[in-house]
């Protein structure tokens, strides 16, 4: 009863917390009101170590929106993780894990955001490997060594911020717009923000994080971890808008978003499908955020938190109910065994598609209807028009394969939706998912946006997603056809599914080429030439010249005959010329 009671006591505690964020949240927004505290911790003589924290709306509301998801997620692993007999440890490292992203939030200071920044990779390091075997500690390494990558950057960042006199960068955004180091510093926290948020080339790892709990994947990707490089670019977004690696940042984006979307398409791993759909979701926030787009970005940031916390619970009643098993494709007809659950899943799938008024609606919408309205190329553009596409395309391919259709399970095991206390934290969730989209929409753009378009555009995003949900469905509905489309074109479905070789190149491409680059060297110095020439010629030589003294040195009258011979030779010789040469004279 002792870890239930800490579950118990964290929700309660955090909701609380949650729920007053919120209310100072209103009046901050309603007042316009901006706090600075200075906390100074300790004072050497004329130095003084001061914390700072930053109290604005935008800090505060996504404080409360973090909590408010913890809360019910700790709330969920309190049956999700109810057998195991190290839950104590799990909600205690979950605890650390939202302290690190409130560090993180609250910061307006380098050094005091690299605290939460590298708390956040150390606690994600210990909650991948908590299920403890061989794949979850090459996901938790991957995770924390592509993390550290990030994390060099942001030291360097913090070193280059020496040159401004304080770590304090908020009050130098303004004048780092005309000084040349903003290009630097902007350049280093770029880094760090991609790695965190796993944009191309640091994609692999986010997958690969699935081998975590799954309430610690509804935390994660919904509002803390890989959010943290969005947050902080949005803090930072007044020195990007005046950058040229604003240009390099939405190319990034925009193909980690295509990128994802085709990925998830030939996935067939549960958690994975949505952790890509995550990718794709981050790489949208990053490149709405290069276009100068702040608040909008940070609006679907707080949508996507809803609706994402709400697909990885239901995920995980699912996960739960099949014995751990995580294919879809043992799945099947779980509308009637599992209705409840079902019914939040599809509502989540449906915010995550933009389904007209649900969460995801209003951003993802307002999001797309800013991109049309703005100048950039064709590809920019397809690519934003493809990449919506593919979302809804997974996720009728997830309905099609996991909820309706046929039971593919292959033994008989009995599901139900009798977990009360999985349903609660999920239809808390469900409410928000499908008002929280239009109540955040009212609250953060009080005068409405006017957008004026074509209504070829404004069908476009409709037409798309339709077009999307069909190809989503023809191409899981396999007894269209009598052959596998998949394996008819093996090598472009390879490529498509491992995420353009991404996970190969982060793993066999970091570890594999240098171990074998090793052993040549090995064989051909150590073991080679060098050491024919070296160590081992002269260890052969003196065994060589010592076994001849040796014998030399035994005992053996020819060997003494035959050296008073030799030594009688040079005498006679010796004598000879020393005569010759007398007689010269």
């Known amino acids: 009863m002792k870890f239930i009671s800490l579950c118990y006591i964290s929700f309660i505690f955090l909701f609380f917390i949650s729920m007053s964020l919120f209310y100072l949240f209103l009046n901050f927004l309603n007042y316009d009101y901006f706090y600075f505290i200075e906390w100074e911790v300790i004072q050497l003589g004329s130095l003084n170590v001061t914390m700072t924290l930053i109290l604005d709306w935008m800090s505060l509301l996504f404080m409360s929106f973090v909590l408010l998801i913890s809360s019910l997620v700790i709330f969920y692993s309190k049956d999700y993780m109810g057998e195991d007999s190290n ?3 799990f909600i205690i490292l979950v605890l650390l894990f939202v302290g690190s992203m409130m560090l993180l939030i609250i910061s307006p200071n380098l050094i005091s955001i690299l605290l939460g920044w590298d ?15 061989v794949k979850s500690y090459n996901a938790g390494m991957l995770t924390a060594l592509s993390n550290r990558l990030g994390d060099v950057a942001f030291l360097l960042a913090i070193a280059w911020m020496l040159n401004y006199g304080s770590w304090n960068y908020i009050y130098y955004l303004d004048l780092m717009k005309s000084d040349m180091e903003m290009l630097v510093i902007g350049s280093l926290i770029m880094l760090a923000a991609m790695t965190k948020s796993a944009q191309i080339p640091f994609s692999s790892w986010l997958p690969a994080a699935m081998a975590a709990p799954t309430p610690v994947s509804a935390l994660v990707h919904s509002s803390t971890l890989v959010t943290a490089g969005v947050y902080l670019l949005i803090r930072f977004s007044n020195l990007f808008l005046s950058l040229s690696i604003c240009k390099i940042l939405l190319l990034i984006s925009g193909l980690t978003m295509f990128m994802a979307g085709l990925g998830a398409n030939y996935e067939f791993d549960l958690k994975k499908i949505i952790a890509l ?15 100068g787009f702040m608040k909008l970005a940070y609006f679907h940031l707080l949508t996507h938190a ?16 099949m014995i751990n098993n995580q294919d879809i494709r043992f799945m099947g007809s779980l509308t009637g065994l599992m209705p409840m659950t079902v019914m939040c899943m599809s509502v989540a799938n449906l915010a995550l598609c933009g389904m007209p008024f649900l969460a995801g609606f209003y951003s993802k919408d307002m999001i797309l209807e800013m991109l049309y309205m703005n100048s950039f190329n064709l590809i920019m553009f397809l690519l934003f028009i493809i990449s919506t596409g593919l979302t809804v395309m997974y996720s009728f391919r997830l309905v099609y394969y996991s909820l309706t259709g046929v039971m593919n399970i292959f033994s008989y095991h009995p599901m139900n939706d009798n977990s009360w206390v999985m349903l609660k934290s999920m ?12 109540k955040l929409m009212w609250l953060l753009f009080p005068a409405p946006y006017m957008i004026c378009l074509p209504m070829s555009l404004k069908l476009l995003t409709l037409f798309i997603c339709l077009v999307g949900g069909l190809m989503g469905y023809l191409i899981s509905n396999v007894k269209l056809f009598f052959f596998n489309k998949s394996l008819n074109n093996y090598k472009i479905s390879w490529f498509l599914g491992s995420m ?3 996970p190969y190149l982060s793993t066999l491409g970091v570890v594999f080429y240098p171990l074998k680059l090793g052993s040549y060297l090995m064989k051909f110095l150590d073991q080679g030439w060098s050491e024919f020439f070296g160590g081992q010629n002269l260890y052969k030589n003196l065994i060589m010249n010592s076994s001849v003294i040796e014998k030399m040195q035994n005992n053996y009258l020819k060997a003494y005959l035959l050296m008073m011979f030799f030594w009688f030779m040079i005498f006679m010789l010796i004598s000879t010329y020393i005569y010759y040469l007398n007689s010269l004279i």
Request: aromatic share 12%.
């Open 87 to 89: 839950i104590n440890r």
């Open 427 to 438: 239809s808390s969730l469900l409410i928000m998912a499908v008002i929280g989209g239009s």
């Open 119 to 133: 708390g956040l990779g150390l606690v994600s390091y210990c909650l991948v490997i908590y299920f403890q075997n």
């Open 277 to 291: 759909s995550t990718l794709s979701q981050l790489g949208l926030m990053m490149s709405i955020l290069s276009f």
């Open 500 to 502: 353009w070789f991404m």
């Open 306 to 321: 809803l609706f994402k916390a709400l697909l990885f619970m239901c995920a995980g009643a699912i996960i739960h109910n």
